[in-house]
């Protein structure tokens, strides 16, 4: 079974902090994802990568940045935290071969912005 | 780019009665739709997915059907059990571009009554 794993399940942050996110996945996945997910608006793509330290812009990537350094490894950055990053934030990983695949979800982490 | 609306936002019923979850999308390019399943303090997990060249797949309660003209497709759980209470996202995946992007519904909250 493919295992993605968030290194918290909370975490609490003051205005203004920079804030690391990690996601680790054992499946030797090319794509990794990084969403937020808030009531009411579903699950929105912030960023995501098809290969090491490569990087691409979803659909809500203000106010956040990426590094994959290793391909197993995809952090997100709050670069300076604010009270609307207030979330839950999932990490996802699929394989693109063999056509589309289903992503692999991360239990997330409920990130609160003081 | 893709745009997923999915109904009910919330659903209830009572336990062995089914229960139905309606999506419809935008890109007639889309051809993967998944369903997944999110318990409370956990990540999204799949439950089943279809491909645009299949119109109805079933994987004991569970069953997806799709219809590619009128572009919707809905998730049918048959018997319902009150561990099949959670939140329901489904999605959708462009086929065009050759990206891995889903674009996700805002979700059902189930609720089986005992």
Partial sequence: ?114 | GENVEQHPSTLSVQEGDSAVIKCTYSDSASNYFPWYKQELGKGPQLIIDIRSNVGEKKDQRIAVTLNKTAKHFSLHITETQPEDSAVYFCAAMEGQTGANNLFFGTGTRLTVIP
């Fill in chain 1, 1 to 114: 079974d493919v295992k993605v794993t968030q290194s918290s399940r909370y975490l609490v942050k003051r205005t203004g902090e920079k804030v690391f996110l990690e996601c680790v996945q054992d499946m030797d996945h090319e794509n990794m994802f990084w969403y937020r997910q808030d009531p009411g608006l579903g699950l929105r793509l912030i960023y995501f990568s098809y290969d090491v330290k490569m990087k691409e812009k979803g659909d809500i990537p203000e106010g956040y940045s990426v590094s994959r350094e290793k391909k197993e490894r995809f952090s997100l950055i709050l670069e300076s935290a604010s009270t609307n990053q207030t979330s839950m934030y999932l990490c996802a990983s699929s394989s693109p071969t063999g056509g589309n695949q289903p992503q692999h979800f991360g239990d997330g982490t409920r990130l609160s912005i003081l």
